[in-house]
């Protein structure tokens, strides 16, 4: 059974610190691997109009836990929570808000957990710990933190940024990973997405998604060079804190090619056409093959 309940203050706790050696991974990319000092009570922040996922497992039917999120404002927060219904046996969500000194317990078979901060001029931060039931052991420390940039197509694309999106929402799974994914809602706001993401020195790695991004990453990393950057779909712009993420997708597309002129062929036509959705470096690879 699923039960959420909110205090009005919560005795801060803290528990051993650990060293940790991981790999961080995008999809099947492995990124870095980074030495860090974790504790069971983490730290987790929303920046305004983002949401942070804080917890997700890759379990269908996940194990019981017991989970205390504390928002210590200054605004006001909406915890979306996805769980295991035991007696619809349905993974069903729920969501509740959650204000400034607020605690919210929540105890069951929870899949994932995100906080959404809507408020347009405020961050919220706070802390949160996870138990397993069964084991009483602490669950969920992040072993790092990365942030997603997403160009302006944004989740329900159907392409590189639903992958991206699908990437990140493993790692976090399967390598324990605290992630921000944030949203440029036009071209203007990519420089300031990064720059803002940079400035606070809190991710292990910035991702851009996408060649849209590219001159604005160039900038952010010039400016920051401390900070580990990778940016997909882009190998004109390096740097010693810039990873390129790029693929051959002129060998890919070379298939398509050759079976789209069989089938033409076939049903009796001269050329087979092909139409891009605009004209940018990673569709000329495609052309090209």
Same mark, same amino acid.
């Given at each position: 059974?699923?039960?959420?309940?909110?205090?009005?203050?919560?005795?801060?706790?803290?528990?051993?610190?650990?060293? $940790?050696?991981?790999?961080?991974?995008?999809?099947?990319?492995?990124?870095?691997?980074? $030495?860090?000092?974790?504790?069971?009570?983490?730290?987790?922040?929303?920046?305004?109009?983002?949401?942070?996922?804080?917890?997700?497992?890759?379990?269908?039917?996940?194990?019981?836990?017991? =989970?205390?999120?504390?928002?210590?404002?200054?605004?006001?927060?909406?915890?979306?929570?996805?769980?295991?219904?035991?007696?619809?046996?349905?993974?069903?969500?729920?969501?509740?808000?959650?204000?400034?000194?607020?605690?919210?317990?929540?105890?069951?078979?929870?899949?994932?957990?995100?906080?959404?901060?809507?408020?347009?001029?405020?961050?919220?931060?706070?802390?949160?710990?996870?138990?397993?039931?069964?084991?009483?052991?602490?669950?969920?420390?992040?072993?790092?933190?990365?942030?997603?940039?997403?160009?302006?197509?944004?989740?329900?694309?159907?392409?590189?940024?639903?992958?991206?999106?699908?990437?990140?929402?493993?790692?976090?799974?399967?390598?324990?990973?605290?992630?921000?994914?944030?949203?440029?809602?036009?071209?203007?706001?990519?420089?300031?997405?990064?720059?803002?993401?940079?400035?606070?020195?809190?991710?292990?790695?910035?991702?851009?998604?996408?060649?849209?991004?590219?001159?604005?990453?160039?900038?952010?990393?010039?400016?920051?060079?401390?900070?580990?950057?990778?940016?997909?779909? =882009?190998?004109?712009?390096?740097?010693?804190?810039?990873?390129?993420?790029?693929?051959?997708?002129?060998?890919?597309? $070379?298939?398509?090619?050759?079976?789209?002129?069989?089938?033409?062929?076939?049903?009796?036509?001269?050329?087979?056409?092909?139409?891009?959705?605009?004209?940018?470096?990673?569709?000329?690879?495609?052309?090209?093959?």
């Amino acid at each position: 059974m699923f039960t959420c309940a909110a205090a009005a203050k919560e005795k801060h706790r803290q528990t051993t610190y650990k060293k $940790a050696l991981i790999g961080l991974a995008i999809g099947s990319v492995l990124l870095a691997a980074i $030495a860090l000092q974790v504790t069971a009570e983490v730290e987790w922040v929303a920046p305004k109009n983002t949401t942070v996922g804080i917890y997700v497992t890759l379990e269908a039917i996940p194990r019981s836990v017991s =989970v205390k999120i504390k928002n210590e404002g200054p605004a006001t927060v909406t915890v979306r929570v996805k769980y295991y219904d035991e007696t619809t046996k349905k993974l069903v969500k729920e969501k509740t808000s959650l204000t400034k000194g607020n605690t919210l317990s929540l105890v069951g078979r929870v899949k994932w957990i995100k906080i959404e901060n809507t408020d347009e001029n405020q961050d919220a931060k706070g802390t949160r710990t996870i138990t397993d039931e069964e084991t009483s052991r602490e669950l969920a420390i992040p072993a790092g933190k990365v942030a997603l940039v997403l160009d302006v197509g944004g989740r329900g694309d159907l392409s590189f940024n639903d992958m991206a999106s699908l990437g990140l929402e493993r790692a976090t799974g399967e390598f324990g990973l605290e992630v921000l994914e944030v949203h440029s809602t036009s071209a203007a706001h990519y420089l300031p997405n990064l720059r803002n993401l940079a400035w606070t020195g809190d991710f292990d790695l910035i991702i851009a998604v996408g060649s849209l991004l590219g001159d604005a990453l160039a900038t952010a990393a010039a400016e920051f060079p401390d900070q580990k950057f990778a940016i997909i779909d =882009v190998d004109w712009i390096t740097g010693p804190n810039i990873m390129n993420i790029v693929f051959r997708e002129n060998e890919a597309s $070379a298939l398509i090619g050759a079976l789209a002129a069989m089938t033409a062929a076939d049903l009796g036509y001269a050329a087979a056409g092909v139409v891009f959705g605009m004209p940018i470096p990673v569709l000329y690879h495609f052309e090209a093959g």
